[in-house]
């Protein structure tokens, strides 16, 4: 089977995804970790994206019909961690943001 359409398009998503997580990297966005766990994440999405089969008996252990079912239902298990991750940060940095805006209205008062 050669490669379809979807498979070359998710490889070529992959691909840039490698490459963002690089830039990201050099730019020191990401640690260390954090950039080995992009890599595995984007190297097991290309090898999976080209060799679609190598699924099939996981998916089907789990009574998926179609391996789209598969994807989608991790994507939305990844996709809500996520929001709920990225809304736990913004509270930290909502606080952390208040009491700095106090500390400067207080020292504004003491000095007036």
Same mark, same amino acid.
């Given at each position: 089977m050669g490669i379809i359409g979807v498979q070359l398009i998710l490889f070529c998503f992959g691909l840039f995804m490698l490459y963002v997580s690089f830039i990201y990297w050099k730019r020191r966005a990401f640690t260390n970790t954090t950039f080995a766990v992009w890599m595995f994440i984007w190297?097991?999405?290309l090898t999976f994206s080209l060799f679609p089969k190598l699924m099939e008996p996981l998916w089907q252990d789990l009574f998926f019909v +179609? /391996? =789209?079912?598969?994807? =989608?239902?991790i994507a939305f298990m990844i996709l809500t961690f996520l929001t709920i991750e990225n809304n736990v940060r913004i509270k930290k940095y909502e606080e952390q943001l208040e009491q700095l805006? +106090? %500390? =400067? /209205?207080? %020292? %504004?008062?003491k000095r007036k």
């Open positions: 190297i097991c999405f +179609r /391996a =789209m079912d598969f994807g =989608m239902i805006v +106090r %500390k =400067m /209205a207080v %020292k %504004k008062a």
